[in-house]
């Protein structure tokens, strides 16, 4: 398994502003993940983030909006830029491990962030 | 994009009775993994299953996978108040996961 932390746990902004959130992994791993749960919804993945390259976004996510940083193998950052009360969401970031012959991702607390 | 049907969306029952929670999919996945998640907190792994056809059993949770791996199932048997939460099946392909909407369950004493 996986051991990692996040800051902040919850945060409360207003609107125009940005927050980054961090993430830390008690072991180097080659690739990082972020999502976003919307209220009452499941994960949607917001980018993949490789140490020494530029995050991988999908589809809908842009990387003016939601910046990330990967300075080394064992910490991350993502920071929700310009934010509007639809950016309040829980912000997750994970980590895949190999298990065998499969990889296993394993998830953060998460942030929760309400944006007013 | 491959989507993961989860049902039923909702579940409330009774400490003691079973209850069964589906992920179907048309498209087939080299593993598939299912995690509980409580109010406040991230996912938790519960299982990953590989192999279709696959019976996994994890204290009274018994997870299928089909043998076409486009599809499982989460029995709980005997449910209690701590079984209480999202359950959230995710399907593994190309170094991706896509998440089910999830079900919820609530388990009343």
């Known amino acids: 398994s996986a051991v990692i932390s996040q800051k902040p746990s919850r945060d409360i902004c207003q609107r125009g502003t940005s927050l980054t959130i961090q993430c830390q992994v008690d072991?180097?791993?080659?690739?990082m993940f972020w999502y976003r749960q919307q209220p009452g919804q499941s994960l949607t993945l917001i980018a993949t983030?490789?140490?020494?390259?530029?995050?991988?976004?999908e589809s809908g996510f842009v990387i003016d909006k939601f910046p990330i940083s990967r300075p080394n193998l064992t910490f991350s950052t993502l920071t929700v830029s310009n934010m509007s009360p639809e950016d309040s969401s829980i912000y997750l970031c994970?980590?895949?491990?190999?298990?065998?012959?499969?990889?296993?991702?394993?998830f953060g607390p998460g942030t929760r962030l309400t944006v007013l | 994009t491959q989507l993961l049907e989860q049902s039923p969306q909702f579940l409330s029952i009774q400490e003691g009775e079973n209850l069964t929670v589906y992920c179907n999919s048309s498209?087939?996945?080299?593993?598939l993994q299912w995690y509980r998640q409580e109010p406040g907190e991230g996912p938790v792994l519960l299982v990953t299953?590989?192999?279709?056809?696959e019976v996994k059993k994890l204290k009274r949770l018994t997870f299928q996978f089909g043998d076409a791996r486009k599809d499982s199932s989460l029995h709980i048997t005997a449910a209690q108040p701590g079984d209480t939460g999202l359950y959230l099946c995710?399907?593994?392909?190309?170094?991706?996961?896509?998440f089910g909407a999830g079900t919820q369950v609530v388990v009343t004493p």
């Open positions: 994970s980590v895949d491990r190999s298990q065998g012959f499969t990889d296993t991702q394993y």
């Open positions: 072991s180097q791993v080659t690739m």
């Open positions: 983030a490789n140490q020494g390259s530029e995050a991988t976004y």
């Open positions: 498209s087939v996945f080299s593993s």
């Open positions: 299953v590989v192999t279709g056809g």
């Open positions: 995710a399907g593994h392909s190309w170094g991706k996961l896509q």
